[in-house]
């Protein structure tokens, strides 16, 4: 089975707590902090390989985590690392926030990574804390949570030429007659229900990749027949190649289909403005007179209709060599050609200034620093205690509390928990 949808949740792993703890000897009785800092979480990232070809495997697991990181422990020793997670896809995956929407990442070429959530960095111990002014200090942090999210995964297939086009006017033809492709070819509609990829030589030494895109009827995009789901691949291609039946097999009207399928391609933003080069197919099943009273009726409607038979193989050679002269006229865009194969996206921002809020007669303290510092730091000891009251200071939070009115022994509420702050 072929599966280019999925919707999976990842998550990263924390990071190791710190410790506080003293190496204590006969001579030194108080001891030198050696506690040591916890290893980060591992994170959480998406790779594009041309060995995965489907997101089936994403229908049977749906949850990925990567590893904690390790606690510190005494005599400096630094907590283990958490393992990351890679997770292999399709090329041509589009990763998408399952919740907003928005695109985090287009692995488009082989070897593409994006990193969609961060290891939580790992707290650290009580050595890290000590300076000349904090010899023995009672301070540690906890490590930091992971990042968590629903992300939704699109393959779209690569191609250059994305073959559309009613059911049952030989696509599937097409392309097994250009390319050396096998795909299944029958006398009835919906044959194809899954793109096909087939590489044809174009005979001037080039050679372009067709993808054969399941049938589209009138009212696709309302979801008739297979919906326009598939049309979804075309929008990687650079140029499409739109199929009618000359032959009108159907018991259709070739000029009339062309015109019908055109409003469901306009209905995709992506698909508007391709070059499209219109062929019709099935030209071995009328006479010479018929096919060019044809040709004839589509110029006067403005279209340059290209006589093509699959099964004679007539029109295919000129056919190709025009696809190949558009391909050259409309080159990808420069941004994916010159994209490096590896390619990290960052996905939290970076450190943000602080607000202070009045709310319900209380100050409010909001901040993604303020708030980690919250979070991170064990505030069970005094000299943590003093430690944060010191990094408020720094930030600047204390000055902007004076200047909302902040008293020395008022409460102040930061990252949920109320504090008493001497100011
Ligand atoms: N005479 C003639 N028959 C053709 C030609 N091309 C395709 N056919 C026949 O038309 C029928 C449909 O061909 P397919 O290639 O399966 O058509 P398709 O567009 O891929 O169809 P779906 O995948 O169902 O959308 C088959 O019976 C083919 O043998 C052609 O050029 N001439
Ligand atoms: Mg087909």
Known sequence: MWVDEAKIHVASGRGGNGLISFHRTRTNPRGTPDGGSGGRGGDVLLRATRSVGTLLQFQNQIHFRAGHGGHGGPNCRQGKNGTDLVIHVPVGTVV?????????????????????????????????????????????????????????????????????????VGKSSLLARVSRRKVKVAPYPFTTLAPNLGLAEVGDGSSLVLADLPGLIEGAHEGKGL????????????????????????????????????????????????????????????????????VHRFREAGIELHPISAVTGRGIRELLLLLGRKLQENPPPLAAAEAPARRVWQ?????????????????????????????????????????????????????????RGFRPGSTVRIGGQEFELTG
């Not at 300076?131 to 191609?159: D, H, K, T, Y």
């Open 227 to 294: 919906g326009d789901r598939f049309l979804r691949h075309a929008t990687r291609a650079r140029v499409l190649l739109h199929v009618v039946d000359l032959a009108g097999v159907e018991g259709r009207d070739p000029l009339a289909d062309h015109g019908l399928l055109r409003r469901e391609i306009e209905a995709w933003e992506e698909l508007r403005a391709k070059p499209e080069v219109v062929a019709g197919n099935k030209a071995d099943l009328l006479p010479p007179e018929r096919v060019s009273a044809e």
């Open 347 to 403: 996905l939290t921002p970076d450190r943000v200034p602080f607000e202070v809020a009045e709310e319900e007669g209380q100050l409010v303290v909001r901040g993604p620093a303020v708030e980690r510092l919250v979070r991170r730091l064990d505030l069970s000891t005094r000299d943590a205690q003093e430690y944060f009251q010191t990094r408020l200071e720094r930030l600047g939070v204390l000055a902007a509390l004076k200047r």
């Open 96 to 168: 998408r926030d399952a919740g907003t929407g928005e695109i985090l990442a287009d692995l488009a070429t082989d070897g593409a990574e994006a990193r969609i959530a961060r290891g939580g960095r790992g707290g650290r111990g009580n050595k890290a804390f000590t300076n000349s002014a904090r010899q023995a200090p009672w301070i540690r942090e906890f490590g930091e949570e992971g990042e968590e999210r629903w992300i939704r995964l699109e393959l779209r297939v690569l191609a250059d030429v994305g073959i559309i086009g009613f059911p049952n």
